[in-house]
């Protein structure tokens, strides 16, 4: 699986990110020279300690804001500070109120200028597949939080555009309904094979969704590590609790620890449990 | 649950029409009581007694008011609506004429008026530039404030999708807007009335206004009490018809509860 992935194009490129705030006299790094690839196809996953910068490399690469230095590439184009080129998951669902959820769901497509009456069968089809029907015409705060993340969850997907970046999707949930849309996510995912790029500060999630797990240091933030995570598709939620899985969790838990030591920062008290106050914390 | 509603609409309507009844009684009480004089205080039965007798020019008089009333706030709601729109867009106009539309409310409008009426003359126009004025102000703060109060995660998610300006305002601004502009609305509606009956006392041929000050020349207290009642009640009337619209217009759940990622219901 993963030699074929290798082979695959790539489409989403970062090289040499760099990124500070602040003023001249007085510059706060954030990024400092950040590379990594994700390919056609490939789920890739990004953690960190908390402020680590996940977010500023998402408005990057959603053109929000401009890199001081280095390169956004997404099929081989140079995308720097242009918008519109992803689809993308926030933290928290926002869908708008006042729209019905079917209406939410094509937003993407409707801000792109793709046909109405296509995106709308579009929806149907995927709205049933994330446990929606029967909810098109119900407004968002009727919803569950586990299916107002579905929806826009759905909403992302339909997007006319390949790369998916998602931005903890699932930090604001409770840990029950937060596997159960692990298990959900695996699921469409590998039916549908986009290229993804997930945040996460939760380290068993990155690791039974990611084929690749990029793991950030403390700002300013590099590339610490580069895993590939070596268990086949389709995956299964039991492989959590095979030998190798849990080793892995246990390497990467210690390097997340130590990592959160060396910045200085409160060390992370639990880094695979949830805990709604640490995840929702921009990061 | 038409039932229910019904229900909850009795219960919280019962304590206001009490107490207002209690204080009817009290002040016809208090009228015959203390044997008051009708011109200096007539009681609630000799008001409507007479409000019956002259209902046929008070309901021509309430009609004029009713009509200037409709025009002026209709136009000046929208000039509130575009003002708020203009200086929300350009932020540049906003910096340079927000401090402006602020002291524009320190001018009295009674002050105002009759300045009006000697530029305009005594038709129509002078009136609605007065209702205007005390019209536009709280639509065009509210509104802005709906503006500025938009959600950042979902403005946050529009930019990263690559939405344009137009875009984001028409799908997410203006409607994220709604509920704070029907809250200035629902301000300028009373408001509005305020206004006709005072470009009414400054100069008109008919109208509340005018038949309050032709009243109190003749010391007619008991119709300057009817045409007050006539006042509120279109006050109300209009406040209910902006929250009827308001129902019919914004859709969804209350604001706040998109993002909780709340219960199911």
Known sequence: ?283 | MTRSTLNQWFRSAWPPFVAVLLFLTAWEAAVRFFGIEAWILPSPSVIAREASNSAESLWMHTLSTLQLTLIGFAIGSAFGLLVACALHLVPLLKSALYPLLILSQNVPTIALAPLLMIWFGFGLLPKIIVITLVCFFPVAVSTMDGFAQTDRTMLNYMRMIGAKRTQIFRKLEFPHALPSMFSGLRIAATYSVMGAVIAEWIGAQKGIGYYMILQKSAFRTDRIFAAIVIVVALSLLLFLLVTLIERLVVRGGRRGEHSEGGEAR
């Not at chain 1, 300013?220 to 598709?233: A, G, K, N, Q």
Request: charged residues 30%; glycine residues 8%; aromatic residues 6%.
């Open chain 1, 1 to 283: 699986m993963n030699d074929t992935e290798k082979a695959a194009r790539v489409k989403l490129e970062l090289s040499g990110l760099r990124k500070s705030f602040g003023n001249k006299r007085k510059p706060l790094p954030v990024l400092g020279g950040v590379s990594l690839q994700v390919h056609e196809g490939e789920f890739v996953s990004l953690i960190g300690p908390s402020g680590s910068g996940k977010s500023t490399l998402f408005h990057l690469i959603g053109g929000l804001l401009k890199p001081d230095s280095g390169e956004i590439m997404l099929d081989g184009r140079v995308i720097n500070g242009e918008r519109g080129h992803i689809g993308y998951m926030p933290q928290q669902p926002a869908l708008f109120p006042w729209r019905t959820v079917e209406d939410n769901v094509v937003l993407d497509r409707e801000i792109n200028g793709a046909p109405r009456r296509e995106s709308l069968d579009e929806a149907g089809r995927w709205m049933e597949r994330a446990g929606l029907a029967g909810f098109e015409k119900a407004y968002p705060h009727t919803l569950s939080g586990g299916m107002q993340q579905r929806a826009a969850f759905v909403r992302s997907l339909l997007s006319p555009h390949d790369l998916m970046c998602l931005d903890e999707p699932f930090s604001a949930l409770d840990a029950f309904t937060r596997s159960e849309m692990q298990a959900w996510l695996l699921d469409i995912w590998e039916e549908t094979r986009r290229s993804v790029l997930f945040v996460t500060h939760h380290i068993e999630e990155a690791l039974l969704l990611s084929d690749t797990i990029y793991v950030l240091s403390g700002r300013p933030s590099e590339v610490l590590r580069r895993i590939e995570v070596p268990f086949p598709r389709p995956r299964r939620e039991e492989i959590t609790e095979t030998p190798e899985f849990l080793a892995l969790r246990r390497e990467l838990t210690n390097l997340m620890k130590e990592e959160q030591r060396k910045s200085g920062g409160t060390p992370i008290a639990r880094p695979n449990d949830f805990s709604p106050k640490e995840a929702n914390r921009p990061s």
